[in-house]
């Protein structure tokens, strides 16, 4: 593990009142919990969402007007 990463962990554990141990567990269950592991399953949510967009009636000029108009940030009215 790099050493900065295990700095981290280990300020991140004692926050938490857990060892550095528990604080790693804490944190790949954190970021993994919600992944698909079946890759049938993900292949079917992918194809959902896919499928959900089809029909949107948003052109490419649209998309990069909206683009230009995000990297605005606040000086769009």
Request: charged share 35%.
């Amino acid at each position: 593990m790099p050493e900065e990463l295990y700095k981290r962990l280990k300020v991140a554990a004692a926050a938490h009142h857990r060892s550095i141990n528990g604080e790693a567990i804490f944190c790949m269950e954190r970021v993994l919990k919600d992944m698909p592991l079946d890759p049938d399953d993900r292949l079917m949510h992918i194809r959902k969402l896919r499928k959900s967009t089809e029909k949107s009636s948003i052109n490419e000029e649209e998309i990069n007007t909206l683009k230009v108009w995000g990297r605005a940030g606040s000086s769009h009215d």
